[in-house]
C-alpha cells in the first residue's frame, strides 16, 4: 500500500491551493484518508479526515475541505484564504475502517508529504 501527496507549493497569504493523494495497493472505498500538517518545530497535527462522514479541525474549518474519490481512490484538500500560519509540510494518512479518528496513532499508512508555504 502507498500513498503520494501531491500540490503542494508557494502561495500567497489569501490563496489557495488543493492537494491529492493517490493511493495504490488497495481499495480504498471502505476506509477513512486523511490529512495531518507539520509546522517546523511543532508536533504533527490533524488536518481534516472522511470516511463515513468528514472532520475538519477548527484551525481551518470554513477554509479547508477534504473529498475523496473512492474511483480513483484519491482524497483531496482543498484550501482558501490560506494563512502564514498554514505552512507545513501536509502529509496524506490511511486508516482501514470508515470511522473517522483525529489521531496519528489511528492510521497505519502515510504518504511523503508535500511542503506548503503561504508568504504574507
Known amino acids: 500500500v502507498q500513498l503520494q501527496a501531491f500540490g503542494g507549493g508557494l502561495v500567497q497569504a489569501g490563496g489557495s491551493l488543493t492537494l491529492s493523494c493517490a493511493a495504490s495497493?488497495?481499495?480504498?472505498?471502505?476506509?477513512?484518508m486523511a490529512w495531518f500538517r507539520q509546522a517546523p518545530g511543532k508536533e504533527r497535527e490533524f488536518v481534516a479526515a472522511i470516511g463515513r462522514d468528514t472532520r475538519h479541525a477548527d484551525s481551518v474549518k470554513g477554509r479547508f475541505t477534504i473529498s475523496k474519490d473512492n474511483a480513483k481512490n484519491t482524497v483531496f484538500l482543498q484550501m482558501a484564504s490560506l494563512k502564514p500560519e498554514d505552512t507545513a509540510i501536509y502529509y496524506c494518512?490511511?486508516?482501514?475502517?470508515?470511522?473517522?479518528?483525529?489521531?496519528?496513532?489511528?492510521?497505519?499508512?502515510w504518504g511523503q508529504g508535500t511542503q506548503v508555504t503561504v508568504s504574507s
Open positions: 494518512a490511511a486508516r482501514w475502517s470508515t470511522v473517522v479518528a483525529t489521531t496519528l496513532e489511528a492510521y497505519a499508512y
Open positions: 495497493g488497495r481499495s480504498f472505498s471502505s476506509s477513512t
